[in-house]
């Protein structure tokens, strides 16, 4: 993995981190019924089941960027493709909603954000496979 793919890895968790922080002050927990179901798996208490919810996967992000994504390695480019098919998930299911209501939708400002950085994360991965691999060359005598 190249620098700035590690780099955009990292924006990433930190814009999700944003992102929950949008959703837990525009209470997402208590107007979208799968996120109050998976907080409610965690706590009687929504708002505390949506921050513990919150900080397991950021801690997983934190984890994966400390570990895998900086070892460079297949595990974390793995890891940031898992990352960017949720993030790309997470940010168009947020913008999907807001655009069929015609109102803002918990964590829409983030999830702008939250797409970008995840469109320029995979576009970068995208290049850091074809970076060092031998180009296809056809050549073709002419015949005069």
């Known amino acids: 993995m190249s620098p700035r793919s590690k780099l955009l890895f990292l924006l990433l968790v930190i814009v999700q981190a944003a992102h ?37 996967f950021l801690a997983i992000g934190a984890w994966c960027y400390v570990g895998p994504v900086r070892a460079g390695g297949l595990a974390g480019r793995v890891a940031a493709v898992v990352w960017v098919a949720i ?4 940010s168009l299911g947020h913008i999907t909603i807001a655009a069929l209501s015609g109102a803002y939708f918990s964590g ?31 050549t073709m005598e002419s015949t005069r």
């Open 20 to 56: 929950s922080v949008e959703e837990y002050v525009t209470r997402l927990f208590e107007t979208f019924a799968p996120a109050r179901l998976v907080a409610g798996l965690v706590s009687h208490d929504l708002a505390l089941g949506f921050v513990v919810i919150n900080a397991a």
């Open 87 to 90: 993030e790309l998930a997470n």
């Open 108 to 138: 829409l400002l983030t999830a702008v954000l939250l797409l970008g950085t995840a469109v320029c994360l995979a576009i970068s991965l995208l290049a850091d496979r074809t970076r060092g691999k031998p180009v296809a060359v056809s």
